[in-house]
């Protein structure tokens, strides 16, 4: 069983939909990233988080600690959001990332 | 401020060769950590590196290696390249442990 655990694998929504992704995880972290990865291959942060809920935008990431669990809200989705997110974990005093597999959005018009 | 820069961004080299893949962090920071990305494994931790010292090793055989010089840029190496070399690596920085990590473009390596 893999430490960090993604779904979907894979989402297909219409624009204006709103999106959930979800991340469970079995280790003990300091903090949980959320990554987003255009085709081409660069890969941007999202959100780090280490207790509660962020938002930026159309974005909203919310973390419970007890629970293990992560969510990534997209709302009214766009076209161009469009990507790989992906959840990754790190440990305590460390930079080192345990990655999910990664969900690929598709949305369309 | 520029970000995270990896060159060379391609790369094509042949079985048995040794390449080596640079990674230039964001001005003021001092952690750097490389990832090795493939369609079958995902994105894999290779190394850490803070203020030149390596603090952590991913599970990838020795012909992988890095190091870490005193400007904060880092490079990695491979030797004896085999087919299953092939990825995408991307490096991250950032200022230190658990804060915000920000991502390279990457190098697509191909070894034919």
């Known amino acids: 069983k893999n430490e960090v655990e993604q779904s979907p694998q894979n989402l297909t929504a219409q624009e204006g939909e709103f999106i959930t992704i979800n991340c469970s995880y079995s280790?003990?972290?300091?903090?949980l990233h959320w990554l987003q990865q255009h085709p081409g291959g660069g890969i941007v942060s999202l959100f780090m988080?280490?207790?509660g809920k962020k938002k930026h935008g159309r974005l909203i990431a919310t973390i419970n600690i007890q629970e293990k669990h992560s969510s990534l809200h997209i709302t009214a989705s766009h076209p161009r959001d469009s990507a790989v997110y992906i959840c990754?974990?790190?440990?305590?005093?460390?930079?080192?990332?345990?990655f999910g597999t990664g969900t690929r959005l598709q949305v369309f018009p | 401020k520029a970000g995270v820069t990896q060159t060379p961004r391609y790369l094509i080299k042949t079985r048995g060769q040794q390449v080596t893949l640079s990674c230039s962090p964001i001005?003021?920071?001092?952690?750097v950590s490389w990832y090795q990305q493939t369609p079958g494994q995902g994105l894999q931790f290779l190394f850490e590196?803070?203020?030149?010292?390596?603090?952590n090793k991913g599970n990838f055989p020795g012909r992988f290696s890095g190091r870490q010089f005193s400007n904060s840029r880092s490079e990695m190496n491979v030797s004896t390249l085999e087919l299953g070399d092939s990825a995408l690596y991307l490096c991250?920085?950032?200022?230190?442990?658990?804060?915000?990590?920000?991502f390279g473009q990457g190098t697509r390596l191909t070894v034919v």
């Open positions: 280790v003990g972290i300091s903090a």
């Open positions: 001005s003021g920071h001092r952690s």
């Open positions: 991250a920085s950032s200022r230190g442990p658990n804060t915000e990590a920000f």
């Open positions: 990754a974990v790190a440990g305590y005093n460390t930079d080192k990332l345990i």
């Open positions: 590196y803070f203020s030149e010292t390596q603090r």
């Open positions: 988080l280490s207790s």
